[in-house]
C-alpha cells in the first residue's frame, strides 16, 4: 500500500508548498518507507511509499520515464513486469521496479499499456511537455483513485482526507452516496460519500488537461471472455488460472505471507503459494476477543 496526493494547476500559478505537505501527511500511513515530492508550474505531487519492489532508492517515486518527459506516482504492483522489460529498451532501466517498467512502457504504448497489465494499480502520469494527465485503476478496483475537479484545479489522491486537506475545494454531503452506504454497506463508483469529489470506477482511465477531462472504460468482464475454451473443463481452466495468479504475486523482494480465515479459498491459496515457492510460506490468522 503505497499513497499519493497529485494536484494540477490549469493556470500557471504558485500552489502553497507548506499546505501542500500538510495535505500530504494525511496520508502518511500508506508509506512508512520513503517519502518524495516533485513540483514544477502546473503541478504538486507528493508519494509515500511502502516498498515491495526494489526497496531500494532506485525506486523511488515520483519516477521520471527515459526521456524525462513524463512522471509517475503509482500505487500497486504489476506481477508480469518482467515480461513486459522485453517490449522496452529494458538497458536503460537503473533499478528493478515494476514503477519504472511501467512509466516506460506507456511512454512507448500510451493507453495501449493498459490490455498488457496484470497486477493491482492505481496510477497518475503526467505529461511535462503536453500538460495532461492520464490516470488509471486496475480492472476490479483494488486500489484507490480520488479525484476532483473545476476550472482551474484537478486533484488526484489514494485518500479523500488529504485531498479534503488541501483547502481548495468547498464539499457537501452527498445524500446519494450516504444512501447506498447505508442500504449496501457499500459505494457504486464514482460515487463518495462528498460532493463534488468523484472515485474513478474499476476497468476506467481519465484523461485530464486544461481543456477537458474524459473518463473512459477499458475493461468489462462480460466481454473479456477471449481466455475461455471449450474443450477443456471449466474446473480444470479455473485452477490453472489461480496457479498462474499466485505464482505471479510471488514476485517480490520482501518476505511473502498469506492470511487463513479457515475457509477452503485461503487454504487453496496457502497451497498453491507453497508449491511454487523454494521458501516456507508463513501464514497468519486474525481473531478478536469479542467472538
Known amino acids: 500500500m503505497c499513497g499519493y496526493l497529485f494536484v494540477f494547476s490549469k493556470k500557471k500559478i504558485g500552489i502553497d508548498k507548506k499546505i501542500f505537505l500538510e495535505s500530504s501527511k494525511f496520508i502518511n500511513h500508506r508509506g512508512p518507507d520513503d517519502f518524495a515530492t516533485f513540483y514544477d508550474e502546473n503541478v504538486a505531487i507528493s508519494f509515500f511509499r511502502l516498498s515491495i519492489r526494489d526497496i531500494s ?10 526521456s524525462k518527459k513524463k512522471i509517475i506516482v503509482f500505487n500497486g504492483e504489476i506481477y508480469n513486469s518482467p515480461s513486459l522489460k522485453n517490449k522496452i529498451n529494458s538497458n536503460k532501466l537503473t ?3 515494476d514503477t519504472e517498467v511501467l512509466i516506460n512502457f506507456f511512454e512507448k504504448y500510451e493507453e495501449q499499456t493498459l490490455q498488457n497489465l496484470k497486477g493491482m494499480f492505481s496510477f497518475v502520469i503526467y505529461d511535462m511537455e503536453k500538460k495532461k494527465c492520464f490516470l488509471a485503476r486496475d480492472r476490479f478496483g483494488i486500489k484507490p483513485l480520488y479525484y476532483y475537479s473545476s476550472k482551474n484545479i484537478l486533484i488526484f489522491s489514494s485518500e479523500l482526507r488529504s485531498i479534503l486537506a488541501t483547502n481548495l475545494i468547498k464539499i457537501r454531503l452527498n445524500t446519494s452516496g450516504i444512501f447506498q452506504y447505508l442500504s449496501f454497506g457499500r459505494l457504486g ?3 463518495t460519500l462528498l460532493d463534488p469529489i468523484r472515485e474513478l470506477p474499476p476497468g ?7 481543456k477537458e477531462i474524459q473518463v473512459n472504460k477499458y475493461w468489462d468482464p462480460l466481454r473479456n471472455t477471449d481466455s475461455y475454451n471449450p474443450d477443456i473443463s471449466v474446473t480444470k481452466q479455473i485452477g490453472q488460472a489461480l496457479e498462474d495468479t499466485v505464482r505471479l504475486h510471488l514476485v517480490s523482494d520482501v518476505p511473502l505471507g498469506a492470511f487463513l480465515s479457515g475457509g477452503i479459498d485461503s487454504s487453496a491459496i496457502a497451497s498453491m503459494m507453497a508449491d511454487n515457492s523454494t521458501i516456507p510460506i508463513n501464514t497468519l490468522s486474525v481473531t478478536f476477543k469479542e467472538k
Open 57 to 66: 532508492s532506485k525506486g523511488r517515486q515520483p519516477m521520471m520515464s527515459f
Open 95 to 97: 533499478g528493478n521496479s
Open 189 to 191: 463508483t464514482p460515487e
Open 204 to 210: 476506467h482511465f481519465l484523461i485530464a488537461n486544461k
